[in-house]
C-alpha cells in the first residue's frame, strides 16, 4: 500500500511539475509575444516619424523652391519696370530735343 501510494504521489508530483513546466513556458511564450508586440509597434513609430519628417523635408524644399521663384519674378517685374520707366524717360527727352529743334528752326 505505502509502495502505491508513493507511486500515485511521484506520478502526482510528476503531474504537478510538468504543470508548473508549461505553466512556465506559457508564461515566457506570453511575454516574448508581448516583446514581439512592442518591437513592432516601435518599429511602426519609427517609420511613421521617418516618413513624417521626409514630407516635411520635402515641403520644405517645395516651399523654398516657390519662394525663390517669387523672388526671381519680381526681380524681373522689377527690371521690366525700371526699363519701361527708362524708355518712357528716353522718349520724353527725344520729344522735348525735338521740340527744342523745331523751335530753334522756326527762329532761324
Do not use: C, G, P, W
Amino acid at each position: 500500500e505505502r509502495r502505491r501510494q508513493a507511486e500515485r504521489q511521484a506520478v502526482l508530483d510528476d503531474s504537478r511539475m510538468l504543470d508548473e513546466e508549461a505553466e512556465e513556458m506559457r508564461r515566457e511564450a506570453e511575454e516574448k509575444a508581448r516583446k514581439a508586440e512592442r518591437m513592432r509597434e516601435h518599429q511602426a513609430a519609427v517609420r511613421d516619424k521617418q516618413i513624417a519628417e521626409a514630407r516635411r523635408r520635402k515641403e520644405d524644399e517645395e516651399r523654398r523652391r516657390r519662394d525663390e521663384e517669387r523672388r526671381e519674378v519680381k526681380m524681373i517685374q522689377s527690371s521690366v519696370a525700371r526699363e519701361a520707366e527708362y524708355r518712357a524717360f528716353l522718349k520724353q527727352q527725344q520729344k522735348e530735343q525735338m521740340q527744342r529743334t523745331l523751335e530753334e528752326n522756326e527762329r532761324n
